[in-house]
């Protein structure tokens, strides 16, 4: 028997981790291993962005702890942004700042989820959506229309219990998917019916292609009184990852609630990181236009690639976020001797040094991931590699 709590053993190792520890090992070894399971734009943080940042560090703001939720500039700043862009009027304490969207979903867990306590998400959902509900001792269950990925009213219909908390992605990530104001509506009107809280995660919410249309549920549904919450951050969108500022958008009971835990956790994000996120959302927002253009020429240039290669299926093309989501076919695995995506995942590192995280982890085995937030050079290689890979 471990010493270690059972809730830290109830946490799955990250089933990407193996491939990415992997592929560090090969790469440190000199190998030419082309990574494309990382989560991370490949840009620079805008100039203004970062310079906001060395700014509040060169005149002091750094030598104490900032407010718990965020400082009053970035959470105003949310709410600006938001009012901007989807036409709902927040007051800042509606808004808790967090260190990354991921700091964030881990703490509303830990206020929302008693042990036992259902968690429902879509298939394939995001790895850490049914972590951190195990560390929050609750159970998770992943449902919906394996073939389009999309959380329906009628899959949670068919759940024996309800849920205390369903957990919706849009877009999703690892297949792309949008959902429609519509299913939003219906998702909106099952969850008021039956009381469950309703977290949307839209970190990917600015990154849509090719003229489809994100319905922020912001724009549906007023969040006071509401057990509707949003999540969101900087990571994606300005190519800010590093620096782990992320938010919550609610009614002022669940942020206070939020903050309260917080408080325990990290006495507020890293002081400078949020003067760069306040000028990242204050600022031009031309920056993540520029982000989203790029993204929406690699996906459309590696899509076409992706559909030509024999032994591989895409089911929809992505509209948003930037990954894509692939089908291994029984015959390739067949006659490669590979009995599941993870072993694919681990041959194809070993033998064409790609890094690619397998389906295993996202709740749905046969598929892989491949992010395109990498330089177009190193995906066409990387693309002829797993050509090479199928089809010798
Ligand atoms: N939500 C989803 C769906 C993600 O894919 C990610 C990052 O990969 C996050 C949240 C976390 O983002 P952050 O960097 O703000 O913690």
Redesign the pocket.
Known sequence: DSEFSKRSQAVLPSATLAVSKKAKELKAAGEAVINLGM??PDFETPEPIAEAAIKAIRSGKTSFYTPVGGTLGLRTGITQLTKELTGQSLNVNQVTV????????YALNQILINPGDLVVSAKPY?V??AEQVHLAEGEFQAIGDAQTGKLTVEALEELDRVPKLIIL?NP???SGILYSREELLALLEWTEKHAVFLIV?E??GRLVYNGATFTSVLSLKALTNSKVIV??????SYS??GW???WALADETIIRQLNKVLGHMTSGPTAAAQAAAEAAVTGDQGVVEAIRLTFQERLNWTYDQLEAIDGLTLAAKPEG?FYFFIKIDQPVLDRLGLNSSAAFAEKLLEVEKVALPAGEGFGMPGYLRLSYAQDQASIDEAIARIKRFIQE
């Open positions: 989560g991370e967090a260190t990354g969207a991921k700091m964030a979903l995001w850490s959506y992605n999703t990530n690892p995660d970190i990917y999540v969101d951050g900087v990571s994606k800010m990852t782990r500022i992320g976020a």
